[in-house]
């Protein structure tokens, strides 16, 4: 069965530092792994995805993941926070017999001014 | 990309009633779905809304709590019935691609009072 770790239920920055939010995934093949973001009273917008392609994908607002099937982990990445990316986060694999999403617990991310 | 509406986007329910709420797809998506967001925590796929046939539910949730309608390709329906104060959530209608990417809609955030 799939599955999605994320390893920190928050994670704290300085504006202009860089972020790192880490996602385990345990699954039987291939998968295909995405990253959601939702802000505060707003609906979920898919950040970037991974399908098999290049193992770096570069999403929206900056925001890049790297598929390591080694450590089987797809961790989130921006070079530089800016405020208005404080959020929650979500690590997502996708069951791809029926197009189910499993979601991870979620990485609520703080940036400090 | 698909642009989800839904509605209402918030309502307060007096608990043994029921709410229904709408979600609506401004293209063509292969699948629906509908997710549960209880307060504090990830989202929970409820059922996938076949159309015109009855919806497929996850463990845990079942028809008679709540009924899902997709009568066409873009519009499907939930009800939550007999409502009580565990039934105080986010409830989230999302539409999926052939691509296996999910877009959500905005939410309806429902109390149980």
């Known amino acids: 069965a799939q599955s999605v770790t994320q390893l920190d239920s928050h994670v704290s920055v300085s504006e202009g530092t860089p972020v790192l939010l880490r996602c385990n995934y345990s699954?039987?093949?291939?998968?295909?792994l995405f990253w959601y973001v939702q802000h505060p009273n707003k609906g979920l917008q898919l950040l970037l995805k991974?399908?098999?392609?290049?193992?770096l994908v570069k999403g929206i607002n900056g925001f890049e993941a790297e598929f390591k099937k080694s450590e089987t982990s797809f961790h989130l990445t921006k070079p530089s926070a800016h405020m208005s990316d404080a959020a929650e986060y979500f690590c997502?694999?996708?069951?791809?017999?029926?197009?189910?999403?499993?979601f991870g617990s979620g990485t609520r991310l703080l940036v400090r001014p | 990309s698909a642009v989800i509406s839904q509605k209402p986007s918030r309502d307060i329910c007096q608990r043994g009633t029921s709410l229904t709420i709408q979600c609506q797809v401004d293209?063509?998506?292969?699948?629906m779905f509908w997710y549960r967001q209880q307060p504090g925590q990830s989202l929970t796929l409820i059922a996938t809304?076949?159309?015109?046939?009855?919806?497929?539910?996850e463990s845990g949730f079942v028809i008679d709590k709540f009924p899902i309608s997709r009568p066409n390709l873009t519009f499907s329906t939930l009800t939550v019935s007999n409502l009580s104060p565990e039934d105080s959530s986010i409830y989230l209608c999302?539409?999926?691609?052939?691509?296996?990417?999910?877009?959500f809609g905005p939410g309806t955030r429902l109390l149980v009072l």
């Open positions: 999302s539409g999926g691609t052939s691509q296996e990417t999910q877009y």
């Open positions: 997502v694999v996708s069951d791809g017999s029926r197009y189910k999403l499993i």
């Open positions: 293209s063509q998506v292969t699948m």
């Open positions: 699954s039987s093949y291939s998968p295909s």
């Open positions: 991974y399908t098999s392609a290049a193992t």
């Open positions: 809304a076949n159309q015109g046939s009855e919806a497929t539910y």
